[in-house]
């Protein structure tokens, strides 16, 4: 129970014989009206009927109605159409109002003008005299004694905070709209109104809280990313030119045309897990916020391209690679790299290749040696051809092939998890975002639950299929 302001105020005693409100009805207006009142769902009719009155007077702020309705969860079908007339009466007499059907509250409140009243009395035929219309036709006579706060409070801010409070509880309140003087939009609200009120649903959202969380623990690869590995001369030319801050977007768009399959990454998204997403969400009761979003999101086909701040982002996380990697100036790169190079050729030589030319001795093993040289040399080598004349061969190891020899696994690894940082900034990391936020939202509203052991104890096992004592209420 959580405190919401302190007030003086007058405690009355009202005798069932007495009228509890006799003096606003004296009152020709009734400035900033906000009412809770408390009645059997089959009785919402007149219900309303005695609350329109004073709605009729309302001046100054929009006035606020909201009726609290017992028995919603067990209305059959015959008292679904009854309410749902209802409803459509509530449309045709209130767009002046906001008015609220609401399952499960029992506040009774009338505040206007400054003052507040509150306490067991409902504003209904019961604050009449419980002998008026002793001459028609009434079969209930309300006997009961009530008692009545009136609270003076320059600040009934209170008032709007516990409105607040009551209408935070959203999968149990339905609010009546101009648009529910059309029979389908009625009946489809007390449908939605009658089934949210159900124990069972407490359950459903509760499922799929806890199915939601088992989801994101299972670190779901919804959008899985391909990328086409360009050869290493090309990857390395690419990460040093967007290292050296000069036509970097020239030396990036180069690297995304041969990394990337196509631009738009809308087809990335795994189907399946999408759909088995959607479906935990389908379980939720209409009213929670993030499941609407979180709908939208999964339904979106819009293609989703990298912008220009995307691109930025990716130059300074390639630019952070190249420098872990030492690759912000090639020949440096290579160089540092002579060795492994060296070793990869003579470990796997490819005797094609013009620099392996007389670079193997008489027992076909590799001059070390001999090739060492033409790894860090660029000199033109001169023999004596068949006519007696100089010829020149480029038996050095050119740049590009230095590179290809290079084993850049580690750097292609780095590049394609930037890649697919930015990538999923589009569009699956907002998913799962959401979804977090979804459960979070869920399990706020069903904090007291959550916080009682023994709740906790019947929610599992009747999510284990464990048969018990409980009420039938709870699973159907």
Known sequence: MKELTRFSAALNHRHYGEGAYEHQKQQPSLEDLKIMTYGAAVSARSLFFYANEYLSRATGSRPILLLGLAGVAELNAQEQQKLARTVITIANRNGQADVYLHAACHIKLLSHDGVAYLGSQNLSNGAEPYFKGADSKKEYFHRFHEVILKVDDTDLHWVDVLFDRVLADHPLWVKVTPEHTSKAQAEALVARFVNNAQLKRIIDNLTAAFELDEFLRSSPEIMPLEFSPPGNAKLCKDIAGISAEKNQMHHLASLKSNVFFENDFSWCKDETVVAELLEIISALTDGFQGKSVLE?????????????????????????????????????????????????????????????????????????????????????????????????????????????????????EDICAAFSTEIKTLWANRVLEQAHSLSTEIKKLYEHELNSESFVGFLQELRSGKKGQWSSRWTK
């Not at 872990?324 to 440096?332: A, K, M």
């Not at 660029?378 to 020899?405: C, F, M, P």
């Open 296 to 412: 939208k999101m999964l339904e979106d086909d819009t293609p989703l391209y990298l912008c220009d701040e995307n691109d930025q982002r990716l130059i300074d996380s390639i630019s952070t690679i190249a420098s872990r990697h030492d690759l912000e100036d090639l020949d440096e790169y290579v160089e540092k790299h002579r060795d492994s190079i060296l070793y990869s050729v003579i470990e796997s030589p490819d005797y094609s290749e013009a620099y392996m030319f007389g670079a193997i001795d008489n027992d076909g093993n590799v001059d070390e040696t001999m090739l060492r040289q033409r790894l860090s040399s660029t000199v033109i080598e001169w023999e004596w051809g068949a006519d007696d004349e100089l010829v020149g061969h480029e038996r050095y190891v050119a740049l590009d092939e230095k590179q290809n020899l290079i084993d850049t696994t580690k750097l292609w």
